[in-house]
C-alpha cells in the first residue's frame, strides 16, 4: 500500500551559502513525486538523497513531501515546516515509516550563553544560535505529532549518519 503524500513544488532557495540543487535519480521506483524535482538545500541533504536511492533497505522515499504548521516561538505565528525527507524502510517484519530532517548536531543543542568579555557581536551570535535552536524544537516536535498520529517516525539525521 502506497502513502498519499502532498508533494510540494518547490525551487531551491537563491540566498543559501548552502550547496543546493535538484537530485538526479537513479532508481526512480524507489521515488514517491516529481522525479525531476527532488531538491536538496545542502551537500548533507544531497548524502541522504544518494543513500535513500541507492540503499536496498529504502523501498520508497520522497525530498520535502509535506509541510507541518508549527508555532513559531519567536513571534507567535503559526507557520509551515518542510521536512526534508519520507522514508519507507524495509524491516523483518515488513516496513517502518519515517519523517527525516537533516541537520548539524550542533542545531540540536541549546546554545550557551557566552562567557568572558561579552560583546555585542557574541550576543548577536548568541541571540541568532538560540532563535534557531528554539524555532527547531518548535518544528521537531510539530513533526513528531504529526508522524506519531499516522504511525510513523520523526528522526532527526545528523553528520554523525551521515558520514
Keep these: 500500500m502506497r502513502t498519499k503524500l502532498n508533494i510540494k513544488n518547490l525551487t531551491p532557495r537563491k540566498d543559501s551559502t548552502y550547496r543546493q540543487g535538484y537530485y538526479k535519480l537513479v532508481n526512480p521506483g524507489k521515488y514517491v513525486g516529481d522525479p525531476n524535482k527532488i531538491i536538496f538545500r545542502s551537500s548533507w541533504e544531497k548524502r ?4 535513500c536511492d541507492h540503499h536496498d533497505r529504502i ?3 520522497s ?3 509535506m509541510q507541518i504548521p508549527y508555532l513559531n516561538p519567536i513571534d507567535g505565528v503559526v507557520k ?5 525527507f519520507y522514508v519507507r524502510v524495509k524491516t523483518e517484519s515488513g516496513y517502518s515509516e519515517f519523517l527525516v530532517e537533516v541537520k548539524p548536531v550542533r542545531h540540536l543543542q541549546k546554545p550557551q550563553h557566552p562567557t568572558g568579555r ?3 557581536k557574541k ?7 538560540m532563535k534557531t535552536y528554539l524555532i527547531n524544537i518548535a518544528k521537531f516536535n510539530a513533526a513528531k505529532e504529526y508522524a506519531k498520529t499516522r504511525g510513523w ?3 532527526v539525521v545528523t553528520e554523525n549518519f551521515i558520514f
Excluded: K
Excluded at 541522504?48 to 543513500?51: D, I, L, Q
Excluded at 548577536?124 to 544560535?129: G, H
Design 63 to 65: 525530498s520535502e513531501p
Design 118 to 120: 561579552i560583546t555585542e
Design 153 to 155: 517516525e520523526f528522526v
Design 123 to 129: 550576543m548577536l551570535s548568541y541571540t541568532n544560535a
Design 48 to 51: 541522504f538523497a544518494t543513500y
Design 59 to 61: 523501498l520508497v522515499w
Design 80 to 84: 509551515p515546516y518542510n521536512v526534508d
